[in-house]
């Protein structure tokens, strides 16, 4: 004869205990992904700019004494490059080595944050000196 009160199931106290234990590894997993995906984000803008550099170099090379009107974005490619992340802007560029700077800021997903790439004029003025990165803005810690 079979026992009709044999129940068979979890128990509240269960229940409240596996999703107490789902919360804890989710509280520390979460951060370290948003911190991830930011990154990720920061290195996309720099993978981008990566591919810019040597253009804007042979640009410079070509059009020795007259960068400041033949080195744009305009007149490198058709228009400026852009990402889903980010637009690009090109500043800076002169004549006679002086450096450049090429800034992404973020759109959409990584809307409020910025990468700037800076290529500084060395000090004997002939050649670029160092090429550094920052990143501001929801990219901090990111470059």
Not at 11 to 35: C, D, K, Q, Y
Request: proline share 3%.
């Amino acid at each position: 004869m079979r026992n009709l009160n044999n129940k068979s199931g979890f128990t509240l106290i269960e229940i409240i205990v596996v999703m107490i234990i789902v919360g804890i590894l989710a509280a520390i997993a979460l951060p370290n992904l948003f911190s991830n995906v930011t990154k990720v984000r920061a290195e996309e803008a720099l993978a981008n700019i990566s591919g810019i550099k040597p253009v804007i170099l042979g640009c410079e090379t070509a059009h020795a004494g007259s960068e400041a009107t033949s080195c744009t974005f305009a007149t490198m490619y058709q228009t400026a490059p852009s990402s889903t992340n980010f637009t690009y802007a090109l500043s800076g560029v002169s004549n006679g080595n002086t450096g450049w700077v090429i800034t992404a800021t973020g759109t959409g997903p990584a809307a409020g944050g910025t990468v700037t790439v800076t290529q500084a004029t060395a000090a004997d003025g002939a050649n670029f000196g160092a090429i550094t990165n920052s990143c501001t803005g929801t990219l901090v810690g990111a470059c």
